[in-house]
């Protein structure tokens, strides 16, 4: 009884805080003839060369590219394979691990409750998760594993976490060679696991350990959004898969959105591959299972890295914020909110003056526009570790998504040619 008493007030909660519906109603994605939107056909053909050749090539195995402006889709096609060992081709509505392109939908869902005024952006995290009280930074590490700190001169605020500037580090993948023994030792999970463990259980651990620097100080690259998926679930009262279910996936129709794949979804995830005597070859298990998203406990929710999708999916993510969140009638952010996700939020310390970083996303400012193949000023991007990457142009309301699976390779250029070659495609 108490069970359903839990359950009713649960799915209560999420029926008042929902999205709701929005003035607005933009279509969702469909495809279009290329003309429709200003895109030129013939030019968009230089894209499918580009794809096909890095296929034959062998600077890939496969890939998958999508291409919209004003909300119609006017290339998405695959290429070559998406297991070299069993023969599987490539189709387009595959599956791909999207790792850090998690990320955006994380920051969106704590975005979420802040509208509904659950926190504030310069609330120190440890209000919510008290193990962060009394941060340290790392001074030294020493051979026998323990190290000297200094107090942090400034709480980690939730502000600082989704913009990578609360000084906590990346354990396995950090640049700091200290950083991957400390996390290692702490038994941190990065990235994703099959094992038995929840996201709750590793931001406890990760909370007694040292920082990079003070916050704000420096952008570093962090686990900082595996801490906000755990955020979420203490502010929702809901585990964090069922809240980004709830409330952004199914509203916006990502139906192939997940972080452990449904049995009848995974024949179609694409296999990670790597080169062995030039041959495409599955990627061996090293500090993670390739196959997390359909095998093991499926109890660890990575909020930076966990989730796998397909283009398409993602595309419609994009839609959204190229919309100023709201998609087919539903609002899932206002306007403004949008906007303050958008703006500088780091000042000065981004490395390069042609963009700025945000609550979500990598933001292309007019130097970055002027030095060409990027979008235009405000266009927004980020990839993910398995070789996937994705920009939305706000000024042309144009997206660019390229998924692929590869680990240790070095023969790829498809990433830059492909953002190079959407722009050259505007014929308006």
């Known amino acids: ?11 209560c909660t ?5 999205q709701t ?4 109603t933009s279509p969702v994605l469909a495809e279009a003839d290329a003309g429709s939107v200003g895109i030129s056909e013939e030019r968009l053909g230089r894209i499918d060369k580009m794809c096909r050749e890095a296929v034959e090539e062998s600077q890939v195995p496969g890939v998958v590219a999508l291409v ?15 297991d070299n060992e069993s023969g599987r081709a490539l189709q387009r509505d595959d599956i791909f691990r999207i790792a850090s392109q998690t990320k955006a939908i994380t920051s969106t869902a704590v975005m979420m409750l802040w509208e509904e005024g ?6 120190p995290i440890s209000k919510y998760i008290p193990e962060f009280k009394n941060e340290q930074v790392l001074d030294s590490l020493y051979a026998d594993g323990t190290y000297t700190t200094t107090p942090a001169s400034t709480p980690i605020t939730i502000r600082h976490l989704l913009s990578h500037t609360s000084g906590i580090g990346y354990g396995i993948i950090d640049s700091d060679k200290r950083f991957k023994k400390i996390y290692q030792d702490a038994g941190v999970t990065d990235l994703f696991t099959t094992e038995n463990i929840s996201i709750e259980e590793s931001v406890k651990k990760l909370a007694k350990l040292p920082l990079h620097h003070n916050p704000g100080e420096k952008f570093t690259y962090s686990e900082g959004l595996d801490v906000l998926g755990y955020f979420i679930e203490i502010l929702s009262g809901v585990p964090f898969d ?3 279910r709830t409330r952004i996936l199914d509203p916006l129709g990502m139906n192939d959105t997940w972080f452990y794949l449904p049995d009848s979804k995974q024949s179609r995830l694409v296999s990670v591959q790597t080169k062995k005597d030039n041959k495409w070859v599955k990627f061996p298990t090293t500090f993670y299972d390739p196959d997390y998203p359909k095998k093991g406990a499926k109890r660890f929710f990575s909020g930076g890295a966990g989730l796998s999708s397909t283009a398409k999916d993602y595309a419609t993510f994009l ?3 190229l919309n100023n969140g709201e998609l087919n009638g539903v609002r899932i952010l206002s306007r403004t909110t949008v906007q303050t996700m958008l703006a500088n939020q780091i000042g000065t310390i981004w490395e390069g003056d042609d963009a700025h970083f945000g609550l979500a996303f990598q933001v292309i400012n007019e130097k970055g526009e002027d030095m060409g193949g ?6 927004f991007s980020w990839g993910g570790y398995f070789n996937t990457q994705y920009f939305a142009d706000p000024q042309e309301n144009m997206i660019g998504i390229i998924m692929k699976q590869t680990q240790d390779i070095n023969s790829d250029e498809t990433g830059w040619k492909f953002r190079q070659l959407v722009g050259q495609t505007i014929d308006d």
């Open 1 to 11: 009884m108490r069970n359903l008493i839990a359950f009713l007030f649960t799915f």
């Open 14 to 18: 999420l029926a008042v805080f929902a």
């Open 21 to 24: 519906k929005s003035l607005q």
């Open 68 to 82: 919209a402006r004003n909300g119609k889709i006017v290339l998405y096609k695959a290429y070559g394979m998406a």
């Open 118 to 123: 659950k926190f504030r952006l310069d609330d």
């Open 242 to 244: 069922e809240f980004l």
């Open 319 to 321: 839609q959204m914020y």
């Open 374 to 379: 990027q979008g235009s000023a405000g266009t």
